[in-house]
């Protein structure tokens, strides 16, 4: 019995890592069409008895803003091209705050953990949930590098009630297209990262 719980397991663990690897394979080069946060709100929708309609529009990097990639970069994780996708200053300053606190109230997540996050997980407070980020950051760190992670989390970030990605933002909220957000709206859209929906 041991060795058969044994051999399930270690059959389980590497069923988990190679369709992991696959997947974020396939991700260096497919665009990211739906995440696990889409399907969240869309449930969350249905169970109020309404019916959300998401507006996501993928947009190569080249046509998207200067503005508004270094206004998210700055507001989210000014060292974004320094780390290799961890920052520990700010995940310690995060776990002493959540200590004090005596819950989870701050995650101290680069752009390269919340790319990892809204991608391949579910959006959960607890620890368990940021291991299984960390160990997606490491993987999209190696084979997708920075561009493409800046490039998916542009696209897939949550920007307002059902509007996923920078491109759907320009044009839900000002009209125009990713490209020519200017400066202030750029701005605009990274101060409401916090907190997109109320925001």
Same mark, same amino acid.
């Given at each position: 019995?041991?060795?058969?719980?044994?051999? =399930?397991?270690?059959?389980?663990?590497?069923?988990?890592?190679?369709?992991?690897?696959?997947?974020?394979?396939?991700?260096?080069?497919?665009?990211? /069409?739906?995440?696990?946060?889409?399907?969240?709100?869309?449930?969350?929708?249905?169970?109020?008895? &309404?019916?959300?309609?998401? /507006?996501? &529009? %993928?947009?190569?990097?080249?046509?998207?803003?200067? $503005?508004?990639?270094? @206004?998210?970069?700055? @507001? &989210? $994780?000014?060292?974004?091209?320094?780390?290799?996708?961890?920052?520990?200053? $700010?995940?310690?300053?995060?776990?002493?705050?959540n200590k004090r606190m005596g819950r989870i109230v701050a995650g101290g997540s680069t752009i390269s953990q919340q790319t990892a996050k809204n991608v391949f997980c579910v959006p959960a407070r607890t620890?368990?949930?940021? =291991?299984?980020?960390?160990?997606?950051?490491?993987?999209?760190?190696?084979? %997708?590098?920075?561009?493409?992670?800046? &490039?998916?989390?542009?696209?897939?970030?949550?920007?307002?009630?059902?509007?996923?990605?920078?491109?759907?933002?320009?044009?839900?909220?000002? @009209?125009?297209?990713? %490209?020519?957000? $200017?400066?202030?709206?750029?701005? =605009?859209?990274?101060?409401?990262?916090?907190?997109?929906?109320?925001?």
């Open positions: 019995m041991v060795r058969r719980f044994v051999n =399930l397991c270690t059959l389980c663990a590497a069923i988990f890592f190679a369709s992991s690897i696959a997947m974020v394979i396939i991700y260096r080069f497919a665009p990211v /069409k739906c995440t696990p946060l889409m399907m969240i709100r869309k449930a969350e929708a249905f169970s109020q008895g &309404e019916q959300l309609v998401l /507006k996501h &529009e %993928w947009v190569p990097i080249e046509r998207i803003s200067p $503005d508004v990639i270094s @206004a998210i970069i700055e @507001a &989210e $994780d000014s060292h974004f091209y320094e780390h290799g996708g961890f920052s520990c200053e $700010d995940m310690l300053e995060a776990f002493y705050r620890y368990t949930r940021k =291991l299984v980020e960390a160990y997606f950051t490491l993987l999209i760190e190696l084979f %997708w590098g920075k561009e493409r992670i800046l &490039e998916v989390y542009l696209n897939v970030i949550e920007l307002g009630d059902g509007i996923f990605g920078v491109e759907s933002a320009a044009q839900e909220y000002y @009209a125009t297209s990713a %490209w020519r957000l $200017d400066a202030r709206q750029s701005s =605009l859209i990274a101060v409401s990262l916090p907190n997109p929906r109320g925001r």
